[in-house]
């Protein structure tokens, strides 16, 4: 709509190269790097049950959002005269806004826990209230999305939290049985995501990652929970900083090293196959992995 893209241009007008950088960090909450950060810290620190939770609370929102994005194929406020994208541009479609969705969605989650826990409940509940709209502010202002798109995310996101909550609680001890549900529905993403690149020549990225991650999370957790069994409870509290430093460097080498190695050679589809492997290999890592290796090393 006119309406938008005018605002795109006003928020957009003159010279701010630190307003630029202060925002870009900000859209960074609504990044798959912050998600996962957020997945390592409750799940090797706080409860492994609420990471794993967290996992299909999100995935349910990017699943979501990649079938809305490949049906409306709305293309992105930059191909518009006038409009930049400001230190990045995102692919793909535009409506809805994924970082929307995924910063809703992880506030969404939270804000329930620390209910649930009696803990820190306004503290949550108000920085989400902050943090959600600043980042989709950031992303209708570095020119990525339209406003309709972050406030559909958003939606999406705090709608996937709210019902996969309740959801997930009447699995109640037996939540890695989700696994069998989870396995064909990431297989069935993988497809759509080769059969759509063999049929339309385009790459549906997020479909793949989201395979990949998926997959990894659930097979992982069913795993950890029968034959390893790590206790997140620790004696020291220098352990919980070990074991996310640790983790996340092990993490990020996974995530960029793979995807060096992977893209010497991967193109077409095999490049979607490589980068469900990439994600999987992560996701392995995070939920099986890096558990064991904390028990192990008794931190």
């Known amino acids: 709509m006119q309406f938008e893209i005018d605002l795109i241009k006003w928020l957009q ?9 202060v925002v870009y960090f900000i859209t960074q909450f609504g990044s798959e790097i912050f998600f996962i950060l957020a997945v390592m810290i409750l799940y090797w620190c706080v409860d492994k049950r609420e990471g794993f939770r967290l996992v299909n609370l999100f995935m349910l929102s990017q699943i979501t959002v990649g079938i809305i994005k490949t049906a409306v194929g709305r293309v992105r406020p930059y191909y518009n005269e006038g409009i930049k994208p400001i230190l990045e541009q995102t692919e793909g479609y535009s409506f809805p806004s994924g970082h929307s969705s995924n910063i809703a969605v992880i506030g969404t989650d939270l804000t329930l826990l620390a209910k649930s826990k009696g803990r820190l409940f306004k503290t949550t509940l108000i920085m989400s209230v902050i943090i959600v709209p600043l980042v989709m502010f950031s992303r209708v202002y570095l020119g990525q999305h339209f406003p309709t798109d972050t406030v559909v995310g ?6 996937a939290g709210l019902i996969g909550w309740k959801l997930f609680d009447l699995l109640n001890d037996k939540e890695e049985r989700l696994f069998y549900a989870i396995a064909p529905l990431s297989v069935a993403c993988l497809v759509v995501a080769l059969v759509y690149f063999a049929v339309r020549g385009q790459q549906l990225d997020s479909l793949a990652t989201v395979a990949g991650t998926y997959l990894a999370a659930g097979l992982g957790y069913w795993l950890e929970k029968r034959y390893v069994g790590y206790e997140v409870r620790a004696d020291k509290a220098w352990k919980y900083f070990v074991r996310v430093l640790i983790g996340a460097v092990i993490v990020l080498a996974l995530k960029e090293g793979l995807k060096a190695v992977f893209g010497l050679f991967a193109s077409g589809i095999l490049e979607i196959i490589m980068r469900f492997v990439r994600y999987f290999t992560m996701g392995i890592f995070v939920t099986l992995l890096a558990p064991m290796m904390f028990k192990k090393l008794k931190i």
Do not use: T
């Open 13 to 21: 007008s003159g010279d701010k190269p630190l307003i630029d950088h």
């Open 154 to 159: 958003a939606i999406i996101g705090v709608g």
